[in-house]
């Protein structure tokens, strides 16, 4: 609002056309209510200008009449709140100084029940204030005017907020409790499932029984149907790690998320019910079987449902689901991504128990089938089972004389090669079957069958001397290797007859070969007493040539 010092510019302004009359205000500076004199600053400083700033309140006091103005007599209130020009270029910078200041009051709050102690809350509200100043308030209070800059500090004070007070900080403290005091205070690491994982590894390390009386004390029940997924899964981890016997009254609960729109949920559900007692698990095998059949469902869930089938006890019953579990082994054979593995693994949890399903996978009439069965069951694995003693081997050897497919026949080697380091007893009888693979028609099978040769001891080497003599012309560079590499261990009376052979070899367009063949005849020459090198000069002298 505009004023004047000097009367008679006012007048000047006001004075009435003989029709209409003209106002002028006339009121009384304060010590408070007080304008601005812009004199010094005006073009026309003979009107010595006040100005009085916005929302300015005028009371009227009274009202009188000089010739043709009227004159109204008022008091004037300045609006004490309104903000300097300094103010309103730096609110911003004060709502986020104001909001930082928030931020570190609210850090207690944040600790209260999880058993840290005052000082080591002291100090993480210590650590934010620092972390604030120097990362978002240290920019000039008009930086904030910016949006892109304001925007991004809001965002860092949120950022440092959640690592100050965060779940995950929150349990990095707890963690340093003592098992005691951390059992009392539980609840906050109940209160952060579904936020981070080291919640549930902290309830998994207490005792059993604390365990146990923390899941009902905290409403388990109400949170396995909480509305976050996160949650509800997390909810599931934690009660696979509680005794048998008590996890078998939570079934009844954990089963209906079986059916939960979240993948995670039902398989974080099926990992642990795997754990309950096979006798516990039969009243709900039904319905474990019905998800693994139905193909609608997820292939992890499916293959879980399988893992968790393979805990039973009852053989007929195993025999019966193994060949839906090859099914879905085969179905993601080709899925080369961690999930394909987890699938895989899961279903050779049951087919691993039917020893019955393994061989029909065996002759089935879909390659596929064979293959996979070979492929991702005969492996170290399938042997530590026990399964090296049973007809399955039998199966896998009828394969390599059979098979048609040169992919099955590999699969089928590769679970030798993984047997006989397992078991090397319960493949012995099957050497021959094996070795016989060498003349395979594809490079792929043969060379797979050369480094079953590096598993074979000297007895097992003479024993099928003939068919690893013939490798030695075998096409495939590594057949050629891997056999000269098998009869290095010969004895005496078998290498006369091999000398020239592997002098032969000494000229063979790989160099590998070459060295290999080298190599063996230096071994030889090393064995052999000085008179009988003598007695064969020619052949040392050619070793020499060689090298």
């Not at 952060?192 to 604390?210: F, N, S, T, V, Y």
Request: glycine share 6%; charged share 25%; net charge negative.
């Amino acid at each position: 609002m505009s004023t004047t010092l000097e009367r008679d510019v006012a007048l000047g302004y006001a004075q009435g056309d003989g029709i209409r009359m003209g106002i002028v205000l006339e009121a009384q500076q304060g010590m408070v209510s007080r304008g601005a004199d812009i004199t010094w600053l005006s073009q026309y400083a003979h009107e010595r200008e006040i100005l009085f700033g916005p929302l300015t309140g005028i009371e009227v006091l009274s009202i009188r009449m000089e010739g043709s103005v009227v004159i109204i007599e008022c008091a004037f209130s300045v609006c004490l709140v309104t903000r300097t020009l300094e103010q309103v270029l730096n609110k911003r910078h004060g709502l986020v100084k104001e909001m930082g200041n928030n931020i570190v009051l609210e850090v207690p709050a944040a600790m209260q029940g999880t058993g840290i102690n005052a000082d080591t809350v002291g100090d993480i509200a210590a650590e934010l204030e620092q972390e604030l100043a120097v990362k978002v308030l240290h920019s000039e209070a008009t930086a904030f005017n910016d949006d892109s800059h304001f925007v991004h500090a809001v965002q860092m004070m949120m950022k440092l907020k959640h690592e100050a007070v965060g779940a995950k900080r929150v349990l990095t403290e707890m963690q340093k409790l003592d098992p005691g005091v951390l059992v009392c205070h539980a609840a906050a690491v109940v209160a952060r499932l579904g936020q981070e994982d080291m919640a549930i590894e902290m309830l998994a390390r207490l005792p059993k029984g604390d365990l146990a009386h923390i899941c009902k004390e905290c409403l388990f029940q109400k949170m396995l149907a909480d509305e976050e997924p996160q949650v509800r899964a997390a909810t599931a981890r934690v009660l696979s790690h509680l005794d048998t016997n008590v996890l078998a009254d939570w079934a009844p609960s954990l089963m209906p998320l079986l059916c939960d729109p979240s993948e995670s949920v039902e398989c974080s559900v099926l990992d642990t019910l795997s754990n309950m007692a096979p006798a516990d698990l039969v009243e709900y095998e039904d319905s474990f079987f019905a998800q693994m059949a139905d193909a609608a469902y997820p292939g992890l869930v499916r293959a879980l449902c399988a893992k968790v089938l393979s805990k039973l006890d009852d053989q007929a019953q195993l025999d019966r689901y193994a060949p839906y579990a090859v099914r879905i082994a085969v179905e993601f054979a080709e899925d080369r991504s961690e999930n394909g593995s987890r699938i895989r693994g899961a279903a050779r949890e049951l087919v691993c128990r039917s020893p019955s399903a393994l061989l029909h996978a065996f002759a089935d009439n879909d390659p596929d089938v064979r293959y996979s069965a070979l492929n991702i069951l005969g492996n170290l694995d399938v042997c530590a089972r026990g399964l090296s003693h049973s007809p399955w081997l039998d199966g896998l050897a009828e394969r390599l004389r059979v098979e048609p497919d040169y992919s099955v026949r590999k699969a089928a080697v590769e679970a030798f090669n993984d047997a006989i380091r397992a078991e090397p007893a319960a493949v012995e009888p099957h050497i021959g079957s094996v070795i016989q693979c060498l003349e395979d028609g594809r490079d792929e099978v043969r060379k797979e069958t050369a480094s079953f040769l590096r598993r074979l001891s000297p007895k097992q080497v003479e024993q099928h001397l003939p068919f690893i003599i013939s490798s030695l012309a075998s096409t495939t560079t590594m057949v050629r290797v891997e056999g000269l590499a098998a009869i290095r261990t010969l004895a005496l009376q078998h290498r006369h007859s091999l000398e020239a052979r592997v002098c032969h070899l000494l000229k063979d367009d790989e160099e590998v070969v070459r060295v290999q063949a080298a190599e063996v005849l230096r071994s030889w020459f090393e064995t052999v007493p000085l008179s009988a090198r003598l007695e064969r000069a020619g052949l040392f002298l050619l070793l020499l040539t060689s090298n």
